[in-house]
């Protein structure tokens, strides 16, 4: 069980850091990379559970 805690405490921690790198990007810079800005949100917690 603490194992798992701390997982999810590193996803959420991995999540945050994504979720505002990709934030800070503008529209033209997302698109670039394929990214719509309402898509920020899943792709930050797709990173984060891939680690």
Do not use: C, F, P
């Not at 996803?11 to 309402?38: H, M």
């Amino acid at each position: 069980m603490l194992t798992t805690l701390i997982r999810l405490l590193h996803q959420w921690k991995q999540y945050n850091r994504s979720r505002n790198e990709l934030s800070r990007l503008g529209d033209r810079e997302l698109a670039d990379i394929g990214i719509n800005r309402s898509d920020i949100t899943s792709v930050a917690w797709q990173a984060a559970q891939r680690r």
